[in-house]
């Protein structure tokens, strides 16, 4: 690549920059927010297909939460997907404005110099034009000034065919820009519409935690609802195939070194839980992690996923299979980012912390199981 002189503008290094990677970087920035446009599609069909799953499947407390989980996601994934579609709009509108900017400056050049040159052409008329440029006949001049009508001709022709272009090109910008115009008061009326269906969606949902807080009667149901849940999570576990094989090194020689599965405090430790009104005792056979909503969790030691969906009373879980009878639980999460049937490494990003299926707002519940049966994770996580 040759070098640029050291007398080479700054604006033209910018402008050639610009010109070089500006194009590629639009491009790259469409083509991701092509993909993420088609994933939301999926996510939303997949939402729909839960919602309308939970509403013939679940019943009771723990399944309203659930199917109120899972129309706060869709409504979420409808509000991201009409946002970007907002966004594309706004650059295309933008793109028309500039084009046709540009269209009408060359036409306000052009306008002048047309304007003089049809007002000679109507003065004088073809004949004259004609008679100007040729002279007398006798001189032998008069073929080159034939030639230059002839090309002075073709000239007008081609300005007035550039001007009549232009104004088409025009009054097409102007016409996609009041579609695209159009376009954007509705997506942005559809916006405010999803925004406020989802607020209105975590109303609802903090509403009905707020009667399960506050009611005993409501209390003992959705915890009778989550013991159910937790037998039921055991015979889940209790299905999967031992991933041994598929694991290298053995969980057991790493206990008491494992990392934690995220940053935050232990706000309900293994063993039993004693409701601070209600007086209570709830088995918890795991541990809350109050981490913040959005942080990442991680895998605390290679493994096979398992399961990677929602699941009654614990929302968006995970559950890894380290193999040699242990098993590994994450639940609650806002996003998931692995799938069933997937290999993980130490320390990988499995999800984001969220309240999907939480009682009591984000956090990450977390669960080891040894042989089918939950076992304390602080011996097998690193002091810290």
Same mark, same amino acid.
């Given at each position: 690549? =040759?070098?640029?002189?050291? $007398?080479?503008?700054?604006?033209?290094?910018?402008? #050639?920059?610009?010109?070089?990677?500006?194009?590629?970087?639009?491009?790259?920035?469409?083509?991701?927010?092509?993909?993420?446009?088609?994933?939301?599609?999926?996510?939303?069909?997949?939402?729909?297909?839960?919602?309308?799953?939970?509403?013939?499947?679940? =019943?009771?407390?723990?399944?309203?939460?659930?199917?109120?989980?899972?129309?706060? *996601?869709?409504?979420?994934?409808?509000?991201?997907?009409?946002?970007?579609?907002?966004?594309?709009?706004?650059?295309?509108?933008?793109?028309?404005?500039?084009?046709?900017?540009?269209?009408?400056?060359?036409?306000?050049?052009?306008?002048?110099?047309?304007?003089?040159?049809?007002?000679?052409?109507?003065?004088?008329?073809?004949? %004259?034009?004609?008679?100007?440029?040729?002279?007398?006949?006798?001189?032998?001049?008069?073929?080159?000034?034939?030639?230059?009508?002839?090309?002075?001709?073709?000239?007008? +022709?081609?300005?007035?065919? *550039?001007?009549?272009?232009?104004?088409?090109?025009?009054?097409?910008?102007?016409?996609?820009?009041?579609?695209?115009?159009?376009?954007?008061?509705?997506?942005?009326?559809?916006?405010?519409?999803? @925004?406020?269906?989802?607020?209105?969606?975590?109303?609802?949902?903090?509403?009905?935690?707020?009667?399960?807080?506050?009611? =005993? /009667?409501?209390? @003992?149901?959705?915890? $009778?609802?989550?013991?159910?849940?937790?037998?039921?999570?055991?015979?889940?576990?209790?299905?999967? @195939?031992? +991933?041994?094989?598929?694991?290298? #090194?053995?969980?057991?020689?790493?206990?008491?070194? #494992?990392?934690?599965?995220? /940053?935050?405090?232990?706000?309900?430790?293994?063993?039993?839980?004693?409701?601070?009104?209600?007086?209570?005792?709830? !088995?918890? !056979?795991?541990?809350?992690?109050?981490?913040?909503?959005?942080?990442?969790?991680?895998?605390?030691?290679?493994?096979?996923?398992?399961?990677?969906?929602?699941?009654? %009373?614990?929302? #968006?879980?995970?559950?890894?299979?380290?193999?040699?009878?242990?098993?590994?639980?994450?639940?609650?999460?806002?996003?998931?980012?692995?799938?069933?049937?997937?290999?993980?490494?130490? %320390?990988?990003?499995?999800?984001?912390?969220?309240?999907?299926?939480?009682?009591? %707002?984000?956090?990450?519940?977390?669960?080891?199981?040894? *042989?089918?049966? !939950?076992?304390? !994770?602080?011996?097998?996580?690193?002091?810290?």
């Amino acid at each position: 690549m =040759r070098r640029l002189s050291r $007398g080479t503008p700054g604006a033209l290094v910018i402008a #050639l920059i610009f010109w070089a990677g500006g194009p590629w970087l639009i491009s790259r920035a469409d083509t991701a927010r092509a993909r993420r446009l088609d994933a939301l599609q999926d996510e939303m069909k997949r939402l729909q297909g839960e919602m309308a799953g939970l509403a013939l499947r679940e =019943r009771g407390l723990l399944g309203d939460v659930a199917r109120m989980d899972a129309g706060i *996601a869709l409504r979420r994934a409808e509000l991201e997907e009409v946002s970007l579609r907002l966004r594309d709009t706004e650059e295309k509108l933008a793109g028309s404005e500039r084009d046709i900017a540009i269209v009408a400056a060359g036409q306000a050049r052009r306008a002048p110099q047309l304007a003089a040159r049809l007002r000679e052409i109507y003065k004088r008329g073809p004949a %004259g034009l004609l008679a100007r440029a040729i002279g007398p006949l006798q001189n032998t001049e008069g073929l080159d000034g034939f030639r230059y009508a002839t090309y002075l001709s073709r000239r007008d +022709a081609g300005q007035l065919a *550039a001007w009549r272009g232009a104004a088409r090109e025009l009054a097409e910008e102007r016409a996609t820009l009041s579609v695209e115009r159009a376009r954007l008061s509705s997506l942005r009326s559809s916006a405010s519409r999803k @925004e406020a269906e989802l607020t209105a969606g975590r109303a609802s949902r903090a509403s009905l935690l707020a009667r399960i807080r506050g009611d =005993r /009667e409501q209390h @003992e149901q959705a915890f $009778g609802e989550l013991e159910e849940a937790a037998r039921s999570l055991g015979r889940l576990v209790l299905s999967f @195939e031992d +991933a041994s094989a598929r694991v290298g #090194l053995n969980v057991r020689k790493f206990r008491g070194l #494992l990392d934690w599965p995220a /940053e935050g405090v232990v706000s309900a430790k293994f063993g039993t839980v004693v409701h601070p009104r209600f007086k209570t005792e709830v !088995p918890h !056979p795991g541990l809350d992690i109050d981490a913040s909503e959005g942080k990442p969790f991680r895998t605390i030691f290679d493994g096979r996923v398992a399961y990677a969906a929602p699941l009654n %009373g614990y929302g #968006l879980t995970v559950v890894v299979d380290h193999g040699h009878g242990v098993v590994s639980i994450y639940a609650h999460a806002a996003v998931l980012l692995v799938a069933a049937g997937e290999n993980v490494v130490r %320390g990988q990003d499995m999800g984001r912390v969220g309240d999907s299926g939480s009682l009591r %707002g984000p956090y990450l519940y977390f669960e080891l199981r040894d *042989a089918g049966r !939950p076992v304390d !994770p602080s011996s097998w996580l690193r002091r810290r």
